[in-house]
């Protein structure tokens, strides 16, 4: 029997390349992500030893209990003396602030080594810093426009303004421009190098530079054990507790396990989607064998015959399957290791992550294998069992339409019935208490119980879709009918596919629900849109020329200054209360605010009747009116400020703010680049703008990308669906090569025909969308609810547009499905069809 | 989607002539393989079909009757020669117009599947017209599917008809566009005698009654008594003809070609 599945899969092998190519896209996307973590470690090593690039040997502090300067110091000066040990560094590093050329900020200073080999970083330009000169990295060099011989300032990080903590610094001359580190702890700040003497000149008595480590370089010849043993025995002498002392490399997968924390919290996330996509992968194998079983009826029944057992019949159809597993399996982890080591060869290209590594964990390659196969072998079960059904007399009957039973899928539906019921209360229990613990088994217990149903609800569907088909004359006809001709092929190709498009159209509407809630929840948390808190950096509180200015952005629908009127106490504390200019009120986010003379407008759950203003001239009490809004500064009316008076300008806990109304219709992107413009022009930090829509863009942004990433991942389970879509038909199509031939010979044109077989793959595929995509709704409403609706009210809103592109999707994959069967269809003369017996 | 009729030119006119005849070869060659399995299937044949006749091709198997039917139908194209079918020279018509040709100048019957398993019996009937999207002349469709004794089958599905019903359902196919002519490749070959009979009587009914002409490839005498002429091949060659034949005179002109 061996022989006969050899003979099988040899003489039909175009019939089983759509189906290795399901089994490949699958493993490749499990095995990729085995990969995923060991690279990203591996990568994560290349950036964390950085810093001690050209130390043989480190002493580290050991967790919680940094080095004493004093002690690490002696400790140094001890290894220093060990035989064997040829250089030492005793690395430090103080937070700094900088500025040069009208331009400050804060980065980290990092002491130079005195034996230069052990310096932690690579000097591309110039020289080592000297006294009264600093080396500065190459980015920060290019952001500022410093080159060697140019003057650095830097002054100890003092308050929250690196301008003002400029004036107690020192001016440095630039000496060398050195690579940037890609310590995680240190990447992407300005980094500076200098020697010991600055380094302690810059760092304050009551907070001395830090001591990272001391690296040791080895003399040559020393063994790096003996010595490792030696220092170490040398430093406990010397006082130094809870440090260790390791080999660099031993040093680098110590820090790696200490920044993860030995927890990996991507590869479970990717591996769900991975399984997602083995599984679709399964319906599509099981689905594919079914039709080749059902195609070889004849053979089949014609080996019963001549003598083969049921057992013999089943073995050959799994032995089939084990071999186009193990061949595409075996590819798609080839093809997941090239794709992996391409991924990382792009990165190491890329400026910002050249320290990226692959590693390729041992289990990841038989585990990713050994998954393809046993998926393909388990899937093909099912129809290995139908093999051993066929009759020995089914040889001897005249050809005749393959009628589907159903007798089999009675106990399935009664299963998956009570399993969609079961999973529908629970998930709607969990949706009315918003928890989501309890909602999401129940829309997985239901979501599984509908796809054992799907035979039943798919076929009816596909037929009603298939109705307006017949306005395309006998062809649409046809292909209506041929859409439901094997109800079980029918329904197991678009489950595959309703899957991923369910998982699709879930995550849109949730992230679409979600962001509707979040808007609304935030219009009542902020008062509005955006808001600027002073001063600017250079230390001057905003004034009336920043409002005009920043009214100009484009995006911007209005901007008004907000003054201090006075000061009151709220929750005993000392606190600015601001007028609010009669045409400044169409700024608020809640317009149904009023603001009269004799009330102040306040934050949520203020707790008092009334506030007593205090001015320059005088103080008033008055009425509290309670907004929707938890940062809502204390708002009186123009005439209340003109009453108390108010206070002198540029009181440090009263800064004028900047209030803006944005454009309804500024998206996230746009939102964060007027942020950013608006920073940069009124010379304020990021952070101090605030707000409503900032808040909301970046909410946006974050569930932009998540989004994206997703759709990302469940495309992998959507292609291997449509790749199931094609094989169906081109499988279906070989089956009725003689009927293709009869309608051609009776006057079907090619286009005629390539049209019909389009027609029945987009039913097939679009009607799957279709169901994915309602059911995704429902599914991404309940989840959003569940998850969402203890902090916010949630209303389902339906993403239409994606929603309606995934259904575009999934019709033109369908029609692109249609392309090669169709082709080989209409290039078979009816003579060549009609021979074929 | 466009399943509608093809845009092309216009099949060529048939150029008028007095009894031109239903379909007609000249010096028709047709060559399969190459190399050693190189088969000249038909050699130089030149053989005019009348119109309003019902005519059997007769011949040892691999003689290249069913090629010569292809041929002759718009199925499979020749090496040189012409073939005219109604006084149109198809020769040299690309798929689309042969196409064409089939769904409105040509009917078929074969040997077997000749039915679309999705669609009734009256569906299969009415495929031709409706696949160019004309309209169904319903009293002449009447008309056939009485005579032919298919009206109490016409909403059956083809697995629920006999052989003998399935085979006159494409006869009433074959006959309901009118076409120029009617093939037959041994249309009565998967059949009882009995249902044989009726399917052949059918088609010489036609002929007579309705003047349709009709060409049939057969290997049974029986079969090709119920002609009017019948014309022998063998090699690729057109190698008799007879008039009026019998079972009788079909079997000895059978004799001496020794086959
Ligand atoms: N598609 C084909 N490829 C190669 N040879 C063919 C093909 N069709 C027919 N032939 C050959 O052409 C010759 C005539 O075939 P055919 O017309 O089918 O004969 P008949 O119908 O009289 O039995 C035979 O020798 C046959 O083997
Ligand atoms: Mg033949």
């Known amino acids: 029997m061996l022989t006969v599945a050899l003979a099988e899969v040899k003489a039909h092998a175009r019939r089983f390349v759509a189906v290795g190519i399901a089994v490949m896209v699958a493993v490749g996307f499990l095995t990729a992500t085995l990969m995923v973590n060991a690279s990203s470690e591996a990568s994560l090593a290349n950036t964390v030893g950085a810093g001690f690039r050209n130390a043989d040997l480190v002493i580290a502090p050991g967790p919680d209990e940094p080095l004493e300067p004093a002690a690490a110091e002696s400790a140094a000066a001890a290894s220093a003396a060990t035989g064997g040990v040829a250089q030492t560094y005793l690395q430090r590093q103080a937070y700094i602030a900088f500025g040069a050329a009208g331009t400050a900020g804060f980065g980290v200073l990092q002491n130079l080594s005195k034996d230069t080999a052990l310096n932690p970083a690579e000097l591309l330009r110039g020289s080592w810093p000297a006294a009264g000169e600093v080396a500065v990295d190459e980015a920060t060099a290019k952001r500022l426009q410093l080159a060697e011989g140019a003057t650095l300032r830097l002054a100890p990080a003092g308050g929250s303004v690196a301008a003002e903590s400029l004036a107690a610094g020192r001016d440095l001359t630039v000496s060398g421009i050195i690579e940037p580190s890609n310590d995680p702890l240190t990447m992407g700040q300005p980094q500076f190098l200098a020697p010991d003497a600055i380094l302690d000149g810059l760092s304050p008595a009551e907070s001395p530079a830090a001591v990272l480590n001391i690296q040791l370089g080895l003399a040559d010849g020393a063994d790096a054990g003996t010595v490792r043993d030696a220092v170490g025995a040398a430093v406990s002498a010397a006082g130094l507790r809870g440090a260790t002392v390791n080999t660099a490399a031993e040093h680098t997968k110590e820090r790696v396990a200490g920044l993860t924390g030995g927890s990996d919290p991507i590869t479970p996330v990717l591996l769900a989607f991975a399984l997602v996509a083995i599984f679709v992968c399964g319906l599509v194998v099981a689905n594919t064998f079914s039709v080749l079983v059902a195609q070889r009826t004849r053979d089949l029944a014609l080996l019963r015959c001549i003598g083969a057992d049921r057992k013999q019949i089943r073995r050959s159809v799994l032995v089939e399957a084990l071999l186009v597993g193990t061949l595409s399996s075996v590819a798609g982890v080839v093809v997941a290791m090239a794709l992996m080591a391409g991924l990382v060869g792009w990165l190491r290209q890329q400026p910002d992550t050249a320290f990226a590594a692959l590693a390729i964990p041992p289990f990841a390659v038989p585990l990713g294998a050994g998954a393809g196969i046993l998926m393909t072998v388990l899937a093909a079960l099912a129809p290995a069992r139908a093999a051993t059904a066929v009759a020995p007399l089914a040889a001897l009957r005249p050809f005749e339409e393959a009628r589907a039973g159903n007798r089999k899928g009675r106990a399935r539906l009664w299963i998956g019935l009570v399993l969609t019921a079961a999973g529908a209360v629970v998930l709607g229990l969990g949706a009315a208490r918003a928890s989501l613990l309890v909602a999401l088994p129940g829309g997985l217990l239901s979501f599984i119980g509908l796809l054992m149903c799907a035979s039943v609800f798919v076929p009816p569907l596909v037929s009603a879709a298939g109705a307006p088909a017949r306005a395309f004359g006998v062809p649409g006809r046809l292909a209506a009918v041929n859409a439901v001709r094997n109800p079980g092929r029918t329904s197991a190709t678009a489950t595959a596919l309703l899957i991923g498009v369910t998982l699709v159209a879930m995550m849109m509407t949730g992230a679409q629900t979600a962001r509707t809630a979040f808007d609304s929840e935030l219009a009542t948390q902020y008062p509005v849109d955006v808001s600027i808190a002073g001063p600017a950096m250079d230390g001057t509180a905003l004034d009336a020329r920043d409002a005009a200015a920043a009214a100009e952005y484009d995006g911007v629908a209005a901007a008004g200054l907000v003054t201090p009127a006075g000061f009151a106490e709220v929750d005993g504390m000392r606190t600015g209360v601001y007028r609010l200019l009669p045409e400044q009120k169409r700024l608020l986010q809640d317009q149904t605010l009023v603001l009269d003379d004799e009330s102040v407008l306040m934050a949520e759950g203020s707790g008092v009747a009334t506030l007593t203003v205090t001015g320059s001239r005088g103080e008033k009490e008055l009425t509290v009116v309670e907004t929707g809004s938890m940062a809502f500064p204390p708002l009186v009316s123009a005439a209340v400020a003109d009453e108390v008076g108010a206070p002198a300008a540029g009181s440090p806990d009263a800064l004028p703010q900047l209030w803006l109304a944005v454009d309804r219709d500024l998206d996230a992107a746009a939102l964060m680049q007027l942020r950013a413009d608006l920073a940069a022009g009124l010379g304020v930090e990021e952070y101090q703008l605030s707000g409503a829509a900032i808040e909301r863009a970046a909410f946006n942004q974050v569930i932009d990308v998540l989004l994206l990433v997703v759709t990302g991942l469940l495309a992998v389970a959507v292609l291997i669906a449509l790749v199931g879509v094609a094989n169906t038909l081109s499988l279906s199509v070989l089956e009725r090569t003689r009927e293709s031939a009869l309608l051609r010979a009776l006057g079907l044109t090619r286009r005629q025909l390539r049209g019909m077989l389009a027609l029945e793959a987009v039913l097939v595929a679009g009607v799957a969308a279709l169901i994915g995509i309602a059911l995704g709704v429902l599914y991404g409403w309940l989840g959003a609810q569940s998850a969402l609706g203890a902090f916010a009210t949630v209303a389902p809103d339906v993403p239409w547009l994606q929603l309606g592109s995934v259904l575009a999707v999934a019709v033109i994959a369908g029609l692109l499905a249609s392309v090669l069967p169709a082709r080989r269809a209409a290039r078979l003369s009816p003579v060549e069809g009609l021979a074929t017996a | ?259």
Request: glycine share 10%; with cysteine; charged share 20%.
């Open chain 2, 1 to 259: 989607m466009t399943t509608r009729t093809e845009q092309s030119s216009p099949l060529p006119v048939p150029s008028e002539g007095h009894a031109a005849p239903a379909a007609a070869t000249d010096a028709l060659c047709k060559t399969y393989g190459s190399g050693d399995t190189r088969v000249q299937a038909l050699k130089e044949v030149t053989v005019a079909f009348e119109s309003g006749k019902f005519t059997a091709i007769m011949g040892p198997s691999g003689s290249g009757k069913s090629t010569l039917m292809h041929c002759l139908a718009g199925l499979d194209s020749a090496d040189s020669g012409s073939i005219r079918v109604g006084g149109t020279d198809i020769t040299a018509l690309g798929d689309a117009q042969l196409t064409r040709l089939r769904r409105e100048r040509v009917g078929f019957v074969f040997q077997a599947f000749n039915l679309v398993p999705t669609l009734t019996a009256e569906q299969n009937i009415t495929l031709p017209i409706a696949l160019g999207g004309g309209k169904v002349d319903t009293e002449w469709l009447d008309y056939i599917v009485a005579s032919l004794g298919l009206a109490e089958r016409l909403k059956h599905r083809p697995h629920e008809l006999s052989g003998g019903q399935q085979q006159r359902v494409a006869v009433a196919r074959a006959l309901l566009t009118r076409p120029d002519v009617v093939f037959g490749d041994e249309p009565t070959g998967n059949l009882d005698s009995r249902s044989g009979a009726e399917v052949l009587a059918l088609l010489r009914r036609s002929s007579q009654e309705m003047g349709q002409s009709i060409i049939m490839v057969t290997h049974d005498p029986v079969a090709a008594s119920y002609a009017d002429r019948v014309v022998l091949m063998n090699d690729g060659r057109l190698v008799g003809d007879l008039a009026s034949p019998d079972t009788d005179s079909v079997l000895s002109a059978l004799a001496g070609l020794g086959a």
